[in-house]
């Protein structure tokens, strides 16, 4: 299928957003780096001497401006585009990180991020081309249509019986519980993010879409999703091990984030079942990348994986077992900067 112009911007948009925001993560953390070596006081143990660092300000501003080319990017292609390309940033920032700051990328993580590229190029060969949109109004007429209604409604249940059911229960042993609901509303603030950004790339085309209630409405959408995914994010973070929660969360919503917009946007209705069955097979491969190469850092932070395979696996849970374990200390590193810095990638993961 031929590329046309607008899925070429936002796939372009899509990888400057991952080299910005891969990049961001790196330059983070050396000036969290340097601010710990001035200070005596690591950010893990409480010390904000960092915000006094340029270089870490540098890291915030590169951060912010690859989200925002992210943002842009759904206002040009199709969620099924633009979705699992997120998982490049994090090819980029383990390379970096493994030139930059020392922090060996074993062979295996390596073939997880050969795995995640060569998904993304099955996905970009055959994604669904972005419909025209003229004004706010037709994509309220998407959102207002029974299919995604039943869609909305399902996922409001499942977050209210999960908030109010199951958390209090089991929301401290099992990592699914604050991980789904992060999923379905981080499928619900994709599609906002897509209309809102449509109406202001239409905008700034001069057919002004601020003048319809549809588009703050849409706002208000995004704000609301945007809060309760970040909340329960670090709720799952601050319960489960990084390595157990980022690959779960990065499955489970962009899954429902692709689903909602093969609903909402119809991507797959003027696509062959070849075209279909590719795009499904590519985001299985970059799924199970982005799985392999979590999996690797877990390892890698791992003493007994240092030392032999056969010790790693008297001693290392499954991944089945730490589902529903506790915090998982034991698996956690003791420098508090590389724990902060795996979960600010997984933060990224919750927003788009």
């Known amino acids: 299928m031929g590329f046309s112009k607008d899925n070429l911007k936002g796939f372009l948009l899509a990888l400057l957003s991952s080299g910005f925001i891969g990049a961001s993560f790196i330059i983070k953390k ?15 143990y409480g010390g904000y001497s960092y915000l006094l ?11 912010v401006v690859g989200e925002v080319a992210n943002f842009i990017a759904y ?5 099924v585009l633009v979705t699992p390309l997120g998982a490049l ?15 060996r990328l074993h062979w295996l993580g390596v073939l997880g991020c050969v795995m ?9 060969i055959h994604a669904p081309q972005e419909h025209p949109i003229n004004n706010v109004l037709e994509i309220w007429s998407m959102a207002t249509q029974p299919a995604f209604m039943l869609y909305v409604g399902s996922v409001i249940v499942l977050v209210f019986i999960l908030i109010f059911h199951f958390v209090p229960r089991c929301g401290q042993t099992n990592v699914l519980v604050f991980t789904g609901i992060c999923s379905l509303m981080g499928s619900l603030s994709v599609m906002s993010v897509k209309a809102l950004g449509t109406a202001l790339k239409l905008t700034f085309e001069g057919k002004n879409q601020l003048i319809y209630p549809e588009t703050w409405f849409f706002m208000l959408v995004v704000t609301t999703c945007v809060i309760t995914q970040m909340n329960y994010l670090n709720k799952a973070l601050d319960t489960f091990n990084t390595a157990v929660v980022s690959p779960i969360y990065y499955v489970m919503f962009t899954t429902l984030a692709i689903i909602a917009s093969v609903i909402m946007f119809k991507d797959w209705d003027d696509q062959s079942g070849g075209a279909i069955i590719s795009e499904i097979c590519g985001f299985i491969v970059v799924l199970s990348g982005t799985i392999l190469l979590h999996s690797t850092k877990e390892f890698e932070r791992s003493s007994s994986f240092r030392v032999t395979a056969g010790s790693y696996m008297s001693v290392s849970p499954s991944l089945s077992a730490r589902l529903c374990s506790g915090n998982g200390d034991s698996l956690k590193h003791d420098e508090n900067e590389e724990e902060s810095y795996s979960e600010e990638i997984s933060l990224r993961q919750e927003l788009y």
């Open 30 to 44: 050396k000036g969290l780096q340097r601010a710990a070596a001035a200070s005596g006081v690591r950010a893990g």
């Open 53 to 63: 660092e340029p270089l870490w300000w540098l890291g915030l501003i590169t951060m």
């Open 116 to 124: 995640c590229i060569s998904g993304s190029v099955i996905i970009v």
């Open 89 to 103: 940033s994090i090819i980029i920032s383990a390379v970096l990180a493994h030139f930059i700051l020392k922090e």
């Open 75 to 79: 206002a040009f292609a199709p969620a």
